[in-house]
């Protein structure tokens, strides 16, 4: 279909940014799957993999990639491989729409190059159209719940447990015009794994996938 074209392309372009046998990050999600895919394609060799969640370390073992855990190195990731949610002209992103948030967010604190590759569906102007996904403690959802009903969030628990055993609930109806600011709130909350909202932490280069073709931009 269209939007797997665009993110196919997209996924395809990002595998320039590759640094051979160098570690790699990589991100979650089915545009994720096309740059493993495509990168396997290249031919082009890295020192490993450092994956994000579960599903993206299957996914590069049964193509044939060397995974290893982020406490196994010593230094930086160069170059940091994912999708998202919505972004938008700062580069500010929301993401967690694959469950994967947690394990995304601690790879691409630890990466220097934040790649993220769309689809131009998932351009907006403001963050919030995407419900967006916090990864919570069972234990503290009911008030994490009660906070976002606080600023005028809905509140909706996710029908899943991620890799670390945790809820993720979607809130949905907020108004986010400043990213940063509401990122560094919902951080406080006790019980709060981690914020969907990639602010503090945003992407360093955009490649968005169109029907005329990919646009490359960075910050
Ligand atoms: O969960 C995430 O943040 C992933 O990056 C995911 O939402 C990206 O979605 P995709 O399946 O459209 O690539």
Redesign the pocket.
Known sequence: DEQARK?ELAAKAAVDYVIENEYLGV??????SFFIAALQQSGKKVKACVSSSDATTRQLLAFGFPVVELNEIQGRIPVYV????EIDANFNMI???????TG?KIVAQASDKFVCIADDTKLVKQLGAFALPLEVLPKAVEQIKKSMEGIRGVPKVRECITDYGNNIIDVSGLQIQDPLKLEEAINQLPGLVTCGIFAKRGADVLIVGSSDGIKITTK
């Open positions: 993110k991100g979650t999600g089915t545009t994720v994912d999708g998202c949610d993401k967690g729409g694959g469950a994967a948030l995304e």
